[in-house]
C-alpha cells in the first residue's frame, strides 16, 4: 500500500542551503496533497510537527505538536487536499555539529488498519535569521 | 550568577569509593584463582582487573594532591542567564593552599557535544569540544593563601547554539579551568552554563 505525499509551505520568505526556514515561535503554514494508489480505508491521518537527532548518538525525537486531519475512505488517484498550521517552538534550533544534528520536519502519517503506515516528510530549519547552521568553531572566532 | 562545578567533573571521594569496590571484587577474583581449583587464567583475570582499579586509585590519587595545592575556584557571570548572543563578563578567584610555581591557567569557553549510543551490550558515550574561548594567566609563583583573581570578556557566539539535551545527545556550555603545577599533578575543573536560545 503506498501513495504520492506532497508537502507545500506557505510564505516562505527565506531559504537555509535550499531548505525553508522559519523563526522560532513563528506560524509554519502548509498543505498536504495525498494521492493513494490504491483505495485506502485509513484510521487516520496525521500532520505532525517534529524534530529528531541524527548522529552518532542514538536518535531521541520530539512530537511537539499533532493534528489528527482526516479519518475515512481514500480512493486510488484521487488527490485530497488538507492545511495545516502549527506555532513553532522557541527550540531546539536546527544544529548540524560533529556528533549531532537536530532536524525539523512536518510528518505525514497514513494510519492503515492491518497494514504498514504510509509516512511522508519535508524537512525545515528552525533558527533565527543570520544563524549558520553548520556550526565550525573557526568562524566563531 | 555563580556558577555551579559540572556534575560529570567527578570527585576524588567518589572515584576512591569506586576504585574500592572495583579492587575488592577484583580481589575476589585472584584469591580464588590462586586457593581452589579455578586456576591460573582466572587469577590472571582478575589481576588484570586489579592493575586497572590501581590506575582509577592513582587517578584519584592526582586528584587529591591537586587539591592540596589549590582550592576549588570560584566563577561569577555577570547576567542571571544567558541567551546566545549575550556578551557577559566572566569573574575567576582561585585561592592557593599551598606553595606553588603554575607553568599556566586556562580558562576556557566550551562547548561540547556528547552523544551516546549502545554497541552490543555496551554503552557508548563520545563527546566533541569546540573551544570557544581560551584565555591563558602566565606562570608565576603564589604562596599559601594567595589568591588569583581574572575577569574576562566573553561572548556566546550569535552564530552558535544554545544548551540542549535529549535522552542520547547532549550540547553543554561549559567553562573550564585548568590549573598546570610544575611537577605536581593538574588541577581541572568544569563548570555548566546554561545557554537560553535569544
New interface residues.
Given amino acids: 500500500m503506498s501513495a504520492d505525499i506532497v508537502i507545500n509551505f506557505d510564505a516562505v520568505t527565506d531559504l537555509l542551503g535550499g531548505v525553508p526556514r522559519f523563526d522560532p515561535s513563528s506560524t509554519i503554514r502548509g498543505s498536504v496533497q495525498i494521492v493513494p494508489h490504491s483505495n485506502v480505508n485509513c484510521r487516520h491521518i496525521y500532520v505532525a510537527l517534529v524534530w529528531r537527532t541524527e548522529g552518532r548518538g542514538d536518535r531521541d525525537t520530539g512530537v511537539v505538536s499533532q493534528l489528527d486531519i482526516y479519518q475515512g475512505r481514500l480512493d486510488a488517484g484521487v488527490p485530497t487536499y488538507h492545511d495545516f498550521s502549527f506555532t513553532l517552538p522557541r527550540g531546539p534550533w536546527s544544529y548540524a555539529g560533529h556528533y549531532i544534528n537536530i532536524i525539523w520536519q512536518i510528518l505525514v502519517t497514513i494510519d492503515v488498519p492491518r497494514a504498514k503506515d504510509i509516512h511522508g516528510g519535508l524537512r525545515f530549519i528552525l533558527s533565527p535569521a543570520g544563524r549558520s547552521l553548520s556550526f565550525q568553531a573557526a568562524a566563531l572566532r | 550568577m555563580q556558577l555551579t562545578r559540572s556534575k560529570s567533573s567527578g570527585s576524588a571521594a567518589a572515584l576512591f569509593f569506586f576504585a574500592l569496590l572495583w579492587n575488592a571484587i577484583s580481589l575476589v577474583f585472584v584469591v580464588i584463582g590462586f586457593t581452589t581449583d579455578a586456576g591460573i587464567p582466572f587469577a590472571l583475570c582478575g589481576l588484570s582487573f586489579l592493575g586497572i582499579g590501581l590506575l582509577i586509585v592513582s587517578a584519584g590519587v592526582r586528584m587529591m594532591m591537586a587539591s592540596w595545592k589549590v582550592a576549588d575556584p570560584d566563577l561569577w557571570i555577570s547576567l542571571p542567564e544567558l541567551r546566545v548572543g549575550d556578551k557577559f563578563k566572566l569573574t575567576y578567584r582561585q585561592k592557593f593552599k599551598g606553595r606553588a610555581n603554575v607553568n599556566h591557567i586556562t580558562l576556557k569557553l566550551v562547548?561540547r557535544?556528547?552523544?551516546?549510543?549502545?554497541r552490543g551490550t555496551d554503552t557508548v558515550t563520545?563527546?566533541?569540544d569546540?573551544?570557544?574561548?581560551e584565555s591563558h594567566l602566565p606562570a608565576r609563583h603564589y604562596n599559601a593563601g594567595e589568591t588569583i583573581s581574572q575577569e574576562l570578556d566573553l561572548q556566546i557566539?550569535?552564530?552558535?547554539?544554545?544548551t540542549?539535551k535529549?535522552?542520547?545527545?547532549e550540547?553543554r556550555w561549559l567553562l573550564t579551568v585548568d590549573v598546570d603545577i610544575a611537577d605536581w599533578p593538574d588541577f581541572e575543573r568544569a563548570y555548566d552554563v546554561t545557554v537560553l536560545?535569544?
Fill in positions: 562547548l557535544e556528547s552523544a551516546t549510543y549502545q563520545v563527546t566533541h569546540y573551544d570557544i574561548k557566539p550569535p552564530s552558535s547554539m544554545h540542549f535529549s535522552r542520547h545527545n550540547l536560545p535569544s
